[in-house]
Nanobody, 115 residues
Framework: QVQLEESGGGLVQAGDSLRLSCAAS????????MGWFRQAPGKERELVAG??????NYADSVKGRFTISRNKALDTTYLQMNSLKPEDTAIYYC??????????WGQGTQVTVSS
């Protein structure tokens, strides 16, 4: 079974850092784009960061604070989050873009930033 599993979320204070991990199983995603999106209660889903062979992209709200990277050998994608703000509070989901309109995503990991 194809799965993506996020980990690394938690409760932190403003200004702290977290590193999220996304581990793939069931198949390799090393040849496809990976990324992260988030959703907070009452807010629209937001694409946070993506990484492909062509490079990386970030939402304006996280540029300069978040960094996406991947280890293809381990089939794992990371999101380093620095200088966290209360508005970063959300459930963070990892996604894999396999086909033109086919995506996989995990169950998410909760990130809560207190002021």
């Amino acid at each position: 079974q194809v799965q993506l599993e996020e980990s690394g979320g938690g409760l932190v204070q403003a200004g702290d850092s977290l590193r999220l991990s996304c581990a793939a199983s069931g198949r390799s995603f090393s040849n496809y784009g990976m990324g992260w999106f988030r959703q907070a209660p009452g807010k629209e889903r937001e694409l946070v960061a993506g990484i492909t062979a062509g490079g990386t992209n970030y939402a304006d709200s996280v540029k300069g604070r978040f960094t996406i990277s991947r280890n293809k050998a381990l089939d794992t994608t990371y999101l380093q989050m620095n200088s966290l703000k209360p508005e970063d509070t959300a459930i963070y989901y990892c996604y894999a873009h396999v086909y033109g309109n086919e995506y996989y995503w995990g169950q998410g990991t909760q990130v809560t930033v207190s002021s």
